[in-house]
């Protein structure tokens, strides 16, 4: 039926999003892109900034990467809510530290 098909497809993606999620080749992939189409703002970002959990530098990382707060939370298995705390969080801790690469940063962590 039209709906098992629907739930299996829904329990791969599932799946495969779990993969992903674990997959520490595919994040440190994105994290080398990012670096190289934003000025090194993730390795900038761990050199100038002390963050909580290597979970901010990962959600920095899919936020620079431009995606979504709804994307990132499915990448994260994490709530929206979540994900805008975490953000809102992420950049007090910029703003409070002030590096000489606050700008860029808070540019890219507002897409």
């Known amino acids: ?14 799946e495969l999003t779990k993969k992903i999620i ?9 994290e080398e892109y990012v670096n190289m189409s934003c000025q090194n703002v993730m390795m900038r970002l761990r050199m100038e900034v002390k963050l909580p959990d290597e979970e901010s530098y990962r959600q920095a990382c899919y936020h620079f990467a431009g995606f979504s707060v709804y994307s990132i ?3 994260m ?3 929206k809510n979540k ?7 992420i950049r007090k ?6 590096p000489d690469s606050m700008d ?3 540019r890219e962590l507002s897409k």
Not at 83 to 89: E, P, S, V, W
Not at 93 to 98: A, D, G, H, K, Q
């Open 73 to 75: 939370s499915i990448l």
């Open 22 to 30: 674990k997959s520490r080749a595919f994040y440190k992939e994105l």
């Open 1 to 14: 039926s039209d709906r098992a098909r629907e739930n299996a497809l829904i329990d791969t993606v599932e």
């Open 93 to 98: 801790r910029i703003e409070e530290l002030r």
């Open 104 to 106: 860029l940063f808070i």
């Open 77 to 79: 298995n994490e709530t």
């Open 83 to 89: 994900i805008y705390k975490r953000r809102d969080r």
